[in-house]
């Protein structure tokens, strides 16, 4: 991967390799003003020849490619991983408070100035990868001189997908038009019988294939008709019936991410009007004539609409969304014991976001292997964290297999980082 340059004006000029940095850095003629990417800054004037740019993005749901090529040199690529786990988070909140509510609190007078959205409101989860995609964005744009941007994005008609002769007035008739409501036409979908033993005239319910605490839906195509005596808490149960259906995906289908890229398609054309915006059905006959293998990363070079490559990087980088900071005042074990009341909502001291110079998210470097902080050991004066690798596995001591965590003062602190983990992968 390039070092991008700017000039003494902060203004950005060609990226150069990386001999070429380190002897400008050496030399004091260049500092350092960003480390991801990694990005110096002139201390002297010089000429401000600069070549044709072009970002390539390809948008995606959980992960983009993105890629900066000039003329027929790959000058950086790679792929960024958005957080998954945000409504996960906001579910878990909701009942937390829930808990709160029926314990016997102090009171607290109703709050009605958060009942009207505003105009553009779009729901957490999406406008967090929205703004995750659109920084990224941004921020190549701004490191290359006078780019030329090209972004993927994709446009679904969710309705066809679910029927493909769907036309004309159709799209204004659902599935359950004629009935009361979706319960309805479940049971007269599947015939009024139970779908598990077979059985009519029981009373019925309507069983959710994915749970919506798995992400599934109120829709027609996730519910099923079960009847009372199956419809118990031993089948939704691990080995039960109705938690077999949840794994194997059933009789439905998620359309949750086509309808994400069609938000972001429509927000795309607003933010950026004079990029140049492509379909994946262009992406992938480009990709194969450059003879790329299927990656997020060489998507986005093909976007590029480069036509011939000389130069490719021999690796790529790979930024990942972390959730740096808890905010939730509220936890699953409420304080007991304690001889003064929690009049200021005093937290127990285990969700902290230091310790002893260490901070959630350092890059730490323990027995020749790279992690990142994760978390804390309870103790308050402990100097043990729990690292995780690239790969979301738990970097354990050597001689303490059953341990968890490791001793801070055994690791090297690489860097330290704010809501994203950076690593750099070489291609095999």
């Not at 000039?7 to 990226?15: F, T, V």
């Amino acid at each position: 991967m390039r070092v991008f340059v700017k000039n003494q004006r902060g203004e950005p000029l060609m990226p150069c390799n990386n001999k070429k940095a380190r002897t400008l850095l050496k030399e004091n003629k260049a500092k350092i003003v960003s480390y991801n990417p990694f990005t110096i800054q002139l201390q002297y004037a010089t000429g401000e020849a600069v070549q044709p740019v072009m970002v390539g993005v390809d948008t995606g749901a959980q992960h983009i490619g993105i890629a900066v090529v000039s003329e027929d040199k790959v000058l950086a690529d790679g792929e960024i991983q958005l957080r998954d786990d945000i409504s996960d988070n906001m579910q878990a909140r909701a009942t937390l408070r829930r808990t709160r509510r029926g314990r016997k609190t102090r009171y607290r007078k109703c709050r009605l100035l958060n009942r009207k959205r505003k105009v553009g409101w779009l729901p957490p989860s999406v406008q967090s990868k929205l703004n995750a995609t659109f920084l990224w964005i941004d921020k190549f744009c701004s490191i290359v001189p006078n780019p030329h941007l090209s972004i993927e994005v994709g446009k679904f008609d969710v309705a066809k997908m679910i029927n493909p002769d769907i036309s004309g007035e159709d799209y204004q008739n659902g599935n359950t038009k004629g009935y009361y409501d979706v319960r309805y036409f479940v049971f007269a979908r599947d015939n009024y019988t139970c779908q598990v033993c077979k059985k009519k005239n029981k009373i019925l319910h309507t069983h959710h294939i994915v749970y919506k605490s798995k992400g599934g839906t109120n829709r027609a195509d996730n519910l099923i008709t079960i009847c009372s005596d199956c419809h118990t808490a031993e089948n939704h149960k691990e080995g039960g019936v109705l938690y077999d259906w949840m794994i194997k995906g059933k009789k439905t289908r998620r359309y949750v991410e086509p309808t994400f890229m069609n938000i972001v398609r429509e927000r795309t054309f607003a933010k950026y009007p004079e990029a140049h915006i492509t379909y994946g059905s262009t992406t992938s006959p480009d990709r194969k004539t450059l003879e790329l293998p299927k990656t997020h990363y060489n998507d986005a070079v093909a976007i590029t609409g480069v036509k011939n490559i000389k130069e490719l990087q021999n690796d790529y980088f790979y930024f990942k969304q972390f959730r740096k900071k808890k905010r939730s005042l509220h936890e699953s074990i409420p304080r007991k014991g304690k001889k003064q009341k929690n009049i200021n909502a005093v937290r127990n001291n285990k969700n902290v976001k230091s310790r002893h110079g260490i901070f959630l998210n350092d890059k730490l470097k323990f027995e020749n292997k790279v992690g990142w902080v994760y978390g804390f050991s309870s103790g308050e004066h402990s100097y043990e964290c729990v690292l995780k690798d690239s790969e979301e596995n738990i970097i354990r001591m050597s001689k303490r297999t059953n341990s968890l965590s490791v001793n801070t003062k055994q690791c090297k602190l690489n860097c330290h980082n704010n809501g994203w983990q950076y690593s750099y992968q070489k291609l095999t």
